[in-house]
C-alpha cells in the first residue's frame, strides 16, 4: 500500500509538469468541445487527433487523449441538456431528464449537476482505479500466450452476448477486423498475405488508424449530416452567482443515486463490449428503481441527469483498467490509445507497470488531476460551449474531413491510405445505416495480430495441441476466460429461448 | 431502394466479398491446414475467419428471407433523397479535395474544399470564408510541416517548386 501511495505521489507530481498539465488542460477543452459537438464523442476526437499527438512525448500524449477522453464525457450533457440532442452516445440517458428541465427553464441546474455528478462519477472510479490496477497486473505478469488469447476470445465474446446489437452482424464486424488486421506480411512465416491486385502498398498491411479514422471521422460525419441535417436548436442558458449556490444545495439530493451510478459505472466499462452508454443507461435504470418518485423521472428529475453522468465518466476511466493491466481494451476509444501506445513503442498489458512506470502513474495521476481541472473549466465556461453549439455544421463538416485527411497521411506518409481511409469510411456509414455494429471491427483491428500472435505462439509451444487453451493444470486462467466466453455467447440464445417461453405462455389461457 | 432490398444486397455482397477473400488465400498458396507438431499455418487465420464471415452474411441473408430482423421488415427507402443530397455533396467534394492534393497539393486542395463548403454549401459571408481558409492553411502548415516536420503532399513539380520557396524562407529566416 505504502508503496503505491509513493508511486501515486510521483504520479501526481508528473502531472504538474508543465508539459504535462498543459495537455490536461489542453485535453479537457477539446473533449468538452468534442462532446459538446453532436454527433461526436470521445472515440472520433481521439481518433482525429491521435496523429497530432506524435508532437509530444508518450506519457503527455497519453495524458492528452485522456483528458479529453473524459472531458468528452462531460461535454455530451451539454448539448443533450441544451439541444436535447445526445453530444455523444454515451449522453443518450441524460436527455430523458435533462431536456424536461431545460424546457422548464432549469438547464443551468441540469448542467450544473451533470458537471458535480461527473466529477463524483471520474473521482470514486479513479480511486477504484488505483487500487484495482497495480494487483491486476501483478497477477496478469503470470499470464502466457494462452491466458493472452483465452482473454482476447473474452473480449469479442463480450460483443456478442452483450452488445446487443444484431448478433450475426456482430460476429460478422468482429471477424472483418480480424481478418482485415492480417493483410501484409505474416509474422512468423513472412509470407505476405490477402495482396488485394497485387497492390504492393497492401503488404504494409491496414493502420488500425486508417480504418478507425475512416469509421470514426469520415463516416460518422456523414452520419451526423444525414441524422441532422445541421439543424438544431438551442435552449438559453445563463448562470448568476446567486443561482450557483442555490444550485450546490441540490447536490445532496442526488448524491446517493450519484455514487451507486459511479460504482456501476467502473465495473460495466471494464467489460470490452459494454462502455459507457450501456453504464449511463444501467446508471439511469437504477437512480428510477431506488427513487421514491420514479413518476417523476422523464419529467425533468435532478437524480435522472446526475446518474448517468456519474456512470460514463465512471466507465470512461474503468474501461482504461484492462488496457493498462491487460493490454485488452474496455471501449472503442480505449481500443485507438492502446494502438496508439504500440505505435508510440510501448508494449500495452502488464510489464508496462514494471517497464514504464512513469508512463502508468503519470497517467493515473493526470487522472486525479484532470477531474478537478475538468469540472472547472466546465462550470466557468458553460456559457461558452453553449456558444459554440450555434457552430454551422458547413464550417464544423469541411474542418474535420481535413483533419482526416491530414492525419492519416502525416502518420502513414501514403496517399493511398488516404484513399483507403475514403473507402472504409464510406462503407462503414453504408453498412452503420443497415445496422451493422463497427466498433467490434475497430477493436478487432487493433487486437488482431496480438491474437494471431498468441494463438499461434501457444500452438507452437504445445506443439500443436489445441486443448492447450483449456488445460486446467497448466493453463486454469485460460480455462476461466474460455467457459466465460462461451457463456457469454450462449447468453442471447438462453434470452431468445426464454422469450419464446414467454410468449407460449403469453397465448395460452 | 428500400432499406429491406438493401439488406439483402449488402448481405449478398458480403458473402460474395468473404469468398473473394478465402479465394485469395487459397490461390496465394499459403497453407490454410495445420502443420503437423507447428500447428496452423499463415493461411489458416485469413481463411477461416473469411469462412466465419460468409458464414453469418448466409445468416443474415436467411434471416432477410424469414424477416427476422428490424431492417429486412423495413420498406422505408434506404436512401431518403433530401438529407442525402447534404451527404453526397459533402463525400463528392471530399473526394475531390483527394483527388486535388495529388495534382496541385494539400494546401490549394484544402483551401479549395474549405471554401466551396463554406461558401456554396453553408453561404457564409467571403470575409468569414477567407478567414477561416487562409487560417486554416496557416493551422495545418504550422502544426504539420513545421511541428511534426511531415512532408505534406505538394502535387505535381510545377505547384512543388512554388512551395519550395516557401519552405526555403521558413529555413533561411525563421528558423
Known amino acids: ?509 | 431502394m428500400s432499406t429491406r432490398t438493401a439488406e439483402l444486397l449488402a448481405g449478398i455482397g458480403l458473402l460474395v466479398f468473404s469468398l473473394v477473400l478465402m479465394w485469395t488465400v487459397y490461390t496465394d498458396g499459403l497453407t490454410i491446414g495445420w502443420v503437423d507438431g507447428r500447428g496452423p499455418g499463415a493461411g489458416v487465420w485469413p481463411f477461416w475467419l473469411s469462412l466465419g464471415m460468409a458464414l453469418t452474411s448466409v445468416w443474415t441473408v436467411v434471416r432477410w428471407f424469414r424477416k427476422t430482423t428490424a431492417e429486412s421488415r423495413n420498406e422505408a427507402p434506404y436512401i431518403d433523397s433530401d438529407p442525402f443530397a447534404l451527404v453526397a455533396i459533402s463525400f463528392v467534394a471530399l473526394t475531390a479535395m483527394i483527388f486535388l492534393v495529388t495534382i496541385v497539393g494539400t494546401y490549394i486542395a484544402i483551401a479549395l474544399f474549405l471554401g466551396f463548403y463554406m461558401r456554396v454549401i453553408g453561404k457564409h459571408s467571403w470575409r468569414m470564408t477567407l478567414v477561416t481558409v487562409i487560417g486554416a492553411v496557416i493551422f495545418i502548415y504550422f502544426l504539420f510541416e513545421w511541428q511534426l516536420t511531415k512532408y505534406l503532399p505538394k502535387g505535381l513539380p510545377i505547384f512543388e517548386d512554388g512551395f519550395l520557396w516557401i519552405d526555403n524562407f521558413r529555413w533561411e529566416y525563421l528558423m
Not at chain 1, 455523444?88 to 440517458?93: E, G
Not at chain 1, 481500443?335 to 504500440?342: C, E, S
Request: hydrophobic share 55%; proline share 6%.
Open chain 1, 1 to 509: 500500500m505504502g508503496e503505491i501511495a509513493s508511486l501515486l505521489g510521483a504520479g501526481l507530481l508528473q502531472a504538474f509538469e508543465p508539459l504535462n498539465f498543459g495537455m490536461i488542460i489542453a485535453g479537457c477543452m477539446a473533449g468538452l468541445f468534442i462532446g459538446a459537438m453532436p454527433g461526436l464523442g470521445s472515440v472520433n476526437g481521439v481518433a482525429i487527433l491521435l496523429p497530432v499527438t506524435f508532437l509530444v512525448p508518450p506519457t503527455a500524449a497519453i495524458i492528452f487523449l485522456a483528458a479529453l477522453y473524459y472531458g468528452a464525457m462531460y461535454g455530451g450533457a451539454i448539448s443533450s441538456i441544451t439541444l436535447g440532442i445526445p453530444g455523444a452516445s454515451t449522453a443518450v440517458a441524460t436527455v430523458f431528464d435533462g431536456r424536461p428541465m431545460a424546457q422548464k427553464g432549469l438547464a443551468n441546474q441540469a448542467l450544473m449537476a451533470a458537471a458535480v455528478a461527473s466529477f463524483i462519477g471520474g473521482t470514486i472510479s479513479i480511486v477504484l482505479f488505483t487500487l484495482f490496477a497495480p494487483p491486476l497486473a501483478e497477477l496478469a505478469l503470470k499470464f502466457g500466450s494462452q491466458e493472452e488469447f483465452a482473454l482476447m476470445v473474452l473480449a469479442f465474446a463480450t460483443f456478442i452476448g452483450l452488445g446487443g446489437d444484431d448478433i450475426p452482424k456482430t460476429i460478422f464486424s468482429i471477424l472483418l477486423g480480424l481478418v482485415m488486421a492480417a493483410v501484409g506480411f505474416d509474422i512468423i512465416s513472412g509470407q505476405p498475405r490477402l495482396i488485394f491486385f497485387d497492390m504492393v502498398e497492401f503488404q504494409r498491411g491496414i493502420g488500425f488508424l486508417v480504418l478507425a479514422i475512416g469509421i470514426y471521422g469520415i463516416g460518422e460525419m456523414l452520419w451526423t449530416l444525414e441524422k441532422t441535417g445541421g439543424k438544431v436548436k438551442i435552449e438559453n442558458v445563463k448562470t448568476t452567482l446567486a443561482e450557483f449556490k442555490e444550485n450546490l444545495g441540490q447536490i445532496k439530493k442526488y448524491l446517493p443515486t450519484t455514487s451507486l451510478g459511479s460504482a456501476l459505472g467502473f465495473f460495466v466499462g471494464t467489460l470490452p463490449a459494454a462502455g459507457a452508454t450501456p453504464a449511463s443507461l444501467m446508471a439511469y435504470g437504477l437512480a428510477k428503481t431506488f427513487s421514491k418518485d420514479p413518476d417523476s423521472f422523464g419529467k425533468g428529475n435532478i437524480s435522472g441527469v446526475a446518474a448517468p453522468e456519474a456512470a460514463n465518466n465512471a466507465a470512461s476511466t474503468g474501461s482504461m483498467l484492462p488496457m493498462i493491466t491487460l493490454g485488452i481494451p474496455g471501449s472503442p476509444t480505449t481500443a485507438i490509445l492502446l494502438g496508439g501506445m504500440i505505435i508510440w513503442g510501448l508494449r500495452p498489458g502488464p510489464l508496462l507497470f514494471a517497464n514504464n512506470p512513469d508512463f502508468v502513474w503519470g497517467l493515473i495521476g493526470s487522472m486525479y488531476v484532470a477531474n478537478f481541472v475538468t469540472v472547472a473549466l466546465n462550470l466557468a465556461l458553460i456559457p461558452l460551449f453553449v456558444r459554440v453549439l450555434a457552430m454551422p455544421f458547413t464550417i464544423l463538416t469541411p474542418v474535420i474531413f481535413i483533419l482526416c485527411f491530414v492525419g492519416v497521411f502525416a502518420t502513414t506518409d501514403r496517399m493511398f491510405d488516404v484513399w483507403l481511409m475514403l473507402i472504409l469510411g464510406l462503407g462503414g456509414y453504408l453498412l452503420r445505416k443497415l445496422n451493422y455494429p463497427v466498433a467490434p471491427a475497430v477493436l478487432a483491428i487493433v487486437l488482431g495480430p496480438l491474437a494471431e500472435r498468441s494463438m499461434r505462439q501457444s500452438l507452437i509451444s504445445s506443439r500443436g495441441d489445441v486443448t492447450t487453451f483449456v488445460n486446467p493444470v497448466e493453463h486454469p486462467i485460460a480455462l476461466i476466460c474460455i467457459i466465460l466466453a462461451i457463456a457469454l455467447m450462449l447468453y442471447p440464445v438462453y434470452l431468445g429461448y426464454r422469450r419464446k417461453k414467454e410468449r407460449e405462455v403469453a397465448k395460452s389461457p
